[in-house]
């Protein structure tokens, strides 16, 4: 009859000295001198990559999205590896043109004519939506906003893009010029969102009264994000312009220059281009036409003050 | 073997009948003083054990908000390749978050991108903690020659980046040691709280 007490008594001690024991994680050394991994280097041994620059049109991680399978489609036609290159500003993507630090340029065309006025940039091919190769500047608002003309945006707070955008800033600049106007004495207040997404959200999100914008990247959006789109409204659309180009230093190996020209040109005829075209909300691209981005040509002389 | 038990029998059987000679008064007495103090440790387990889970809670949605915030942040100064500003994000961080040990980037491949240890990453910390493709974060204890680290790692920009790891001290953020894990806290008497579910230790 007591052995069952005894060893009720004697398991109840059992379970108490059943300490908790430290749990077990995995150990590491944090203090290891010699051992352990360096920061890798930026590029693998192998062939040396195209380096393609793409200017903030829309902001660094929708365009990582955007142009990941054009620049996948390059690498497989040109049987090398490519390089995305991205920087906050327009001057800088034009800069590492200037310098040799990039192959090609998918740039806008306000900083096109910038580097072609310089001497560092050549036209290499457009591309072209529905039929045709221009694009718009569009003024918009917020849709609850009472703004119905570009007039009742005097005094108000305005987004512009990049001092190097044609169709976020240049335009804006052009037309206010033609009213006697800069934005300094037209606008309350501007600020540069350096990208054209950016921008628009700023409108939506009410940071801005307006914005100049891309009416590609608009479209695209608004497609993409039927939401978005409800909350803005477009007060005004410029007259069209030449389409943001693809651009290389005049100075590019003309082997590679061309390689390059026929992969674009020839994106359309292929399964994978097509499908980094449809991506890029682009039906092809074509063979530029300098005479196209005259009108802007003409605006950049005026608003920069060129000679 | 059987010298030892019939000792021990005997030992117990000794006990009992002391047990059982003792008047009712004192083991009356004895059985209130024993239920009182058996409440009372009780009592005490149960607040420093839901004192240490919420702290290790807190430690743990703290660096997970770190990393993720580091993850938000180096998208674009990995995308714009500005080398210098993500250096300088991970200085700041761990400037402004002395319980943060160790902050580093690893890109897509698994090599590292940038990293605040003066030298190397340690090849340990490369072999653990490592991200699933659908997770939004992992949490891992890891026990390390200057105590325990709870490791965060988060993805940047979806994992297309790559991702961040993070390490938080358990002893720089938590200033009563005795409630870290493995205290002694967690020792023999205080085993019948967990026993009896409650979160002494995990």
Same mark, same amino acid.
Do not use: C, K, M
């Given at each position: 009859m007591r052995r069952p007490v005894y060893m009720f008594i004697? /398991?109840?001690f059992l379970l108490l000295l059943t300490a908790c024991s430290?749990? =077990?994680? *995995?150990f590491v050394r944090l203090n290891v001198e010699a051992e352990g991994a360096v920061v890798a280097a930026e590029r693998a041994a192998g062939r040396l990559p195209l380096r393609v620059a793409i200017a903030a049109v829309i902001s660094p991680k929708a365009t990582f999205d955007t142009y990941s399978p054009l620049l996948d489609y390059l690498a497989k036609r040109l049987d090398r590896p490519v390089e995305l290159l991205q920087r906050p500003t327009y001057a800088e993507i034009n800069e590492l043109l200037?310098? /040799?630090?990039a192959d090609i340029g998918f740039i806008c065309g306000g900083a096109y004519v910038e580097g072609e006025r310089e001497g560092y940039m050549e036209l290499l091919a457009v591309p072209e939506i529905g039929g045709t190769a221009t694009y718009r500047a569009l003024i918009i608002v917020p849709a609850d906003s009472p703004y119905r003309s570009f007039e009742d945006l005097r005094g108000r707070r305005f987004a512009f893009t %990049? *001092?190097? +955008?044609? +169709?976020g800033r240049l335009y804006l600049q052009y037309r206010l010029a033609q009213m /006697?106007? =800069? *934005? %300094?004495s037209f606008f309350g207040e501007t600020i540069y969102t350096y990208s054209h997404d950016n921008s628009i959200r700023a409108v939506a999100q009410?940071? !801005? %009264? /307006?914005? =100049? !914008?891309d009416s590609l990247v608009f479209d695209a959006l608004v497609k993409s994000e039927p939401e978005l789109g409800k909350r803005l409204r477009i007060i005004e659309r410029s007259r069209p312009f030449g389409i943001p180009p693809v651009v290389v230093h005049p100075d590019l190996d003309p082997a590679l220059k061309m390689a390059v020209r026929d992969a674009l040109i020839g994106m359309h005829k292929d399964p994978q281009g097509r499908q980094a075209l449809a991506v890029l909300h682009v039906d092809r691209f074509v063979l530029p036409d300098p005479a196209a981005y005259e009108s802007i040509r003409r605006m950049a002389a005026q !608003?920069?003050?060129w000679k | 073997m059987s010298d030892h038990s019939s000792r021990a029998r005997r030992w117990l059987r000794r006990f009992w009948q002391w047990i059982t000679g003792i008047s009712i008064r004192y083991k009356l007495l004895g059985m209130v003083l024993a239920v009182i103090l058996l409440l009372g440790l009780a009592v005490t387990a149960q607040v420093q054990a839901q004192l240490a889970h919420d702290l290790r809670q807190s430690l743990e949605e703290r660096g997970i908000a770190l990393a993720r915030d580091m993850a938000d942040d180096a998208t674009d100064l990995i995308l714009t390749q500005n080398i210098f500003g993500l250096n300088q994000k991970l200085r700041a961080t761990l400037?402004?978050?002395?319980d943060v040990r160790y902050v580093f980037l690893l890109d897509a491949q698994g090599q590292v991108r940038a990293h605040s240890f003066p030298n190397r990453v340690p090849p340990d910390l490369l072999a653990v903690n490592r991200l699933g493709p659908d997770q939004p974060w992992r949490v891992q204890i890891l026990d390390s020659d200057e105590g325990l680290i709870t490791d965060v790692a988060a993805p940047i920009f979806e994992g297309k980046l790559g991702t961040v790891r993070l390490g938080l001290s358990l002893i720089a953020g938590w200033k009563q040691p005795w409630l870290l894990p493995h205290a002694g806290f967690c020792s023999p008497p205080w085993r019948l709280s967990s026993w009896a579910g409650w979160p002494c230790c995990s």
């Open positions: 004697l /398991g109840l430290r749990p =077990t994680y *995995p200037r310098t /040799g630090q %990049d *001092p190097l +955008s044609n +169709s /006697g106007e =800069t *934005p %300094d009410g940071i !801005v %009264d /307006g914005a =100049t !914008v !608003v920069r003050g | 400037e402004t978050n002395p």
